[in-house]
């Protein structure tokens, strides 16, 4: 059984500090996904990593995934006030390399709450 | 739409009771997909279609719960003799078969 395990949980930091969350994975996948939670709102996707070595940037979000490991990061550099959010790493248990079978296995999820 | 819809999104319902939640699709999105959140969980999979074809329904938990999509595009979740763990919020998402899923807002049941 796949198990997905981030760390920390929960994170509070100060604005203009950098930080990284991680992501942990047991078993094979070449696919692993974050994405963004606010309260009362759905899953917001942030970055889909499909390869060993994968490295995503988006503003002060930078992903980046290393297969043999079983790791996936998520950096944030210099915080502002509205990365305040749960952000959850999810990888791909489907056996079947095409996409659109996708079946994903969540982490229990980081709450960042960035204070100003 | 824009993005995928969910109806209701939010139902309370009574211990034994039978809902059906909505999920409209992104138009033209062959996979939708089926998740259930537990407060302070991250989602678990429950089910998912390629057109009109269920292909996992793996992650439903008992037989109370059921899922179509008839005609490939519109889906709906249902849960027979509702029960107190059942509380949840329910996550539809479609996907163009590109590996990014797109979520809908989700439908909150509570179940009293």
């Known amino acids: 059984e796949l198990k997905v395990e981030q760390n920390p949980l929960f994170l509070s930091m100060q604005e203009g500090k950098n930080y990284t969350i991680y992501c942990n994975y047991s078993t094979t996948s070449d696919r692993l996904y974050w994405y963004r939670q606010d309260p009362g709102k759905s899953l917001e996707s942030l970055f889909v990593?499909?390869?060993?070595?994968a490295v995503k940037q988006e503003g002060r979000l930078m992903a980046s995934l290393d297969t043999k490991a079983r790791l996936s990061t998520l950096h944030i550099t210099a915080a502002v006030h509205d990365l305040s959010a749960t952000y959850f790493c999810?990888?791909?248990?489907?056996?079947?390399?095409?996409?659109?079978?996708?079946?994903?296995?969540f982490g229990t999820g980081t709450r960042l709450t960035i204070i100003p | 739409g824009a993005g995928v819809s969910q109806s209701p999104r939010y139902k309370v319902a009574k211990r034994g009771q039978d809902v059906a939640l909505r999920c409209d699709p992104i138009?033209?999105?062959?996979?939708l997909f089926w998740y259930q959140q537990a407060l302070g969980q991250g989602p678990e999979f429950l089910t998912y279609?390629?057109?009109?074809?269920?292909?996992?329904k793996s992650g439903l938990p008992s037989d109370r719960f059921f899922a179509e999509r008839p005609e490939g595009s519109v889906s709906t979740l249902k849960i027979q003799r509702t029960q107190q763990e059942d509380s949840a919020v329910y996550l539809c998402?479609?996907?163009?078969?590109?590996?990014?899923?797109?979520f809908g807002e989700g439908s909150r049941l509570t179940v009293l």
């Open positions: 279609f390629q057109n009109e074809a269920q292909l996992d």
């Open positions: 998402a479609s996907s163009l078969l590109t590996g990014e899923l797109f």
């Open positions: 138009s033209g999105h062959v996979s």
């Open positions: 990593l499909l390869s060993n070595g």
């Open positions: 999810a990888v791909d248990s489907s056996l079947i390399s095409n996409f659109g079978n996708e079946k994903l296995t």
